[in-house]
């Protein structure tokens, strides 16, 4: 799972957090950092990624935000349009 999530461009501590979520599901960003080790900071900008790029959201419940995956079929719809973008790109090939 690594190897897809780094060919769809996430770095090596998004790809411990969308793991962890995906593992742990729905949790503050104390959590996450706590149980990956990774510093506070850097989470809060992973994740922002990982909401761009249509990995993760979030919710807030008792006004603390709180960050899940989004469904993991989005990595297949991923992988499907960049397919299509290259069928598209053969006849030129």
């Known amino acids: 799972m690594d190897k897809i999530l780094s060919e769809l461009n996430l770095t090596d501590s998004e790809i411990k957090i969308y793991k962890f979520l995906l593992n742990y599901g729905k949790s503050s960003v104390g959590d996450i950092s706590k149980k990956t080790e990774i510093h506070r900071r850097n989470v809060y900008d992973c994740l922002d990624r990982l909401i761009?790029?249509?990995?993760?959201?979030?919710?807030?419940?008792?006004?603390?935000?709180?960050?899940?995956?989004?469904?993991?079929?989005?990595?297949?719809?991923?992988?499907?349009?960049?397919?299509?973008?290259?069928?598209?790109?053969?006849?030129?090939?």
Do not use: C, D, H, R
């Not at 990595?75 to 973008?85: D, F, P, R």
């Open 52 to 93: 761009k790029k249509g990995f993760a959201s979030y919710i807030e419940e008792n006004n603390i935000k709180v960050y899940f995956i989004t469904n993991p079929k989005t990595i297949l719809n991923i992988l499907e349009n960049k397919k299509n973008e290259f069928e598209k790109q053969l006849p030129e090939l």
